[in-house]
């Protein structure tokens, strides 16, 4: 009777022994498994911060070169305004004359 007793005590320490290995390697693998998507969810997140890094970018550039756009319209409203304010016309073809000195513009 001694024997059976020390026999069932020795295999279910196995058992024990095996059961905790075998969740060891479940947690291990789990620990594993979080690590590679936690990993794949940063490297997304970089990707996606440099993408709009490169979209903030171009958006920046548009809006300089739509700024110099608009300063050369009011530019040219500007001198369009200050044309008409003094009654200037536009002339097709334009004689120069120089009369003492001093070159005439004269349209045509």
């Known amino acids: 009777m001694i024997s059976s007793v020390v ?3 020795k295999y279910n320490y ?3 022994q095996s059961l905790t ?5 479940l947690l291990l ?3 594993c498994f979080l690590y590679v998507v936690e990993s794949n969810s940063l490297m997304s997140r970089e990707r996606t911060v440099q993408t709009f890094q490169k979209d903030l970018a171009i958006a920046e550039e548009n809006v300089s070169q739509l700024e110099v756009q608009v300063a050369q319209s009011r530019f040219s409203q500007s001198v369009s305004e200050s044309a ?8 097709e073809r334009i ?3 120089n009369l ?3 070159a ?3 349209a045509r």
Request: glycine share 4%.
């Open 14 to 16: 196995k058992d024990n």
């Open 100 to 102: 003492s000195d001093s």
């Open 29 to 31: 693998l789990a620990l």
């Open 7 to 9: 026999l069932a005590k």
């Open 95 to 97: 004689h120069y004359l």
């Open 21 to 25: 290995i075998s969740i060891g390697l």
């Open 104 to 106: 005439v513009a004269m």
């Open 84 to 91: 008409l304010v003094q009654r200037m016309v536009l002339a």
